[in-house]
């Protein structure tokens, strides 16, 4: 099974402020199979990113992800105060893990 | 397109349970069904998904023998099946779908709480 290791575990930053959040792979994952999810509170997660790099559909463009193999990168280029939330990333292959969660909070 | 999931439960330790998720909007049996187990506070939890065209079954280790995921596609919906529940299982459980292609859960069900109290 494939581990999902997210750092860090909460980030503090201010609105207008620039997030980058990691998440590494225990063994190299394709591309094609690694997204990231953002959830608030009482809401099911939304896809944020999927292909390592592709944005779904009505996210904006200050999310951007990037990396391969056993190591990827959401970054948040400009702090909106609707982008504090908790960001999962998950790898979806022949099975399935999400990374534990970084918890995006306001400084 | 939507999954929509049936209503919260409460439940005593050792009862059965089965919750379900009803895909609309597109052809249920081409995408992979996956429920998503959430504890109180805590991150998600891939626990298996369904191939609603044939019934094929893929369960993490973490959730094989304690849980069972069935679909019937006559009516467009899969269910999340225990036989005997545990406080344990208290969580949210979301189903979840890639029906865009995306190779990632671009749809979600609204979640089901289920509480297990004696």
């Known amino acids: 099974e494939i581990v999902l290791t997210q750092s860090p575990g909460t980030l503090s930053l201010s609105p207008g402020e620039r997030a980058t959040l990691s998440c590494r792979a225990s063994?190299?994952?394709?591309?094609?199979?690694l997204a990231w999810y953002q959830q608030k509170p009482g809401q099911a997660p939304r896809l944020l990113i999927f292909?390592?790099?592709s944005r779904a559909t009505g996210i904006p463009d200050r999310f951007r992800g990037s990396g391969s193999g056993t190591d990827f990168t959401l970054t948040i280029s400009r702090l909106e105060p609707e982008d504090f939330a908790v960001y999962y990333c998950?790898?979806?292959?022949?099975?399935?893990?999400f990374g534990q969660g970084t918890r995006l909070e306001i400084k | 397109v939507q999954l929509v999931q049936s209503g919260a439960e409460v439940k005593k330790p050792g009862e059965s349970l089965r919750i379900s998720c009803k895909g609309s909007?597109?052809?249920?049996?081409?995408?992979?069904i996956s429920w998503v187990r959430q504890m109180p506070g805590k991150g998600l939890e891939w626990m298996g998904r369904?191939?609603?065209?044939?019934?094929?079954?893929n369960y993490s280790p973490s959730f094989q023998g304690h849980v069972t995921i069935s679909v019937d596609k006559s009516i467009s919906t899969a269910y999340l099946q225990w036989s005997s529940l545990k406080a344990s299982d208290t969580a949210m459980y979301y189903c979840?779908?890639?029906?865009?292609?995306?190779?990632?859960?671009?749809?979600w069900g609204q979640g089901t709480m289920v509480t297990v109290s004696p």
């Open positions: 292909g390592a790099s």
């Open positions: 909007g597109y052809t249920f049996t081409t995408y992979w």
């Open positions: 369904i191939d609603p065209g044939d019934s094929y079954t």
């Open positions: 979840a779908s890639d029906v865009f292609d995306s190779h990632a859960f671009d749809i």
């Open positions: 063994q190299s994952v394709s591309t094609t199979y």
């Open positions: 998950q790898q979806y292959g022949s099975s399935s893990t």
